[in-house]
């Protein structure tokens, strides 16, 4: 299994936002995707997961081994947690939840429903459900958002164990997140420059 970006540009709208953007995963790799607000992470990852097309270059992966988390939780309001879970097992056809449960301290909550729940239990019960995909890339934007640190530290023990078992992770965070092994790219050197900034002629016209 292996994840390429080649020469990859982005566009947000009617801006382009990334240009060139070039890496290759292997099983095991985990990218830590950095840069300030407004550069163009979330829109990568929204490439990547074949949401959006790209402007120009190409992403390699096979789709069907993606399981993507971006800022919305995905969970079901009117649904106890484990009925949450279990939809997402019956979607991605794996097992009962219990050890999905159990593996992201969801246990004591699993009759409780969703619409109880707080935004840091909330992304916990969304995160949850790429334990139960049983797919080898996992594509997350902001994933730690609302989690305390003991929390924290529970998904990246998760995100260390998959790339460990031969999983490829993409992880867009402000955090220092210690995952064995990750490396980090600053999406800054891929930033498209500007009208004006492509052409200085042009700067008394944009």
């Known amino acids: 299994m292996t994840l390429t970006a080649k020469s990859l540009s982005c566009r947000r709208g009617d801006r382009m936002v990334l240009t060139g953007v070039t890496f290759t ?6 990218l830590i995707l950095r840069g300030p607000n407004g550069v163009g992470k979330s829109t990568l990852l929204r490439v990547l997961a074949g949401l959006a097309p ?5 992403v390699e992966v096979d789709v069907d081994q993606i399981a993507y988390a971006g800022h919305l939780d995905g969970v079901k309001p009117q649904l106890s947690v484990a009925e ?5 097992a019956g979607v991605y056809g794996s097992g009962p939840p219990i050890a999905t449960l159990q593996h992201f301290g969801l246990t004591d ?32 934007d902001e994933p730690t958002v609302s989690l305390d640190a003991a929390h924290v530290a529970l998904f990246e023990q998760a995100f ?16 220092d997140l210690k995952i064995p092994g990750a490396r980090t790219l600053n999406l800054g050197q891929f930033k498209a420059k500007s009208t004006a900034e492509a052409n200085p002629f042009l700067e008394d016209f944009v």
């Open 25 to 30: 995963l292997a099983a095991g790799d985990c």
């Open 54 to 58: 790209p402007a120009a270059g190409s």
């Open 84 to 88: 949450n879970l279990g939809f997402w």
């Open 109 to 140: 909550l699993a009759e409780r429903f969703a619409h109880n729940l707080s935004a840091g239990q909330k992304r916990r019960l969304g995160l949850a459900r790429l334990h139960l995909s049983g797919r080898s890339v996992w594509l997350l």
């Open 160 to 175: 260390t164990d998959h790339c460990a078992g031969g999983g490829i992770a993409v992880i867009s965070t402000h955090l």
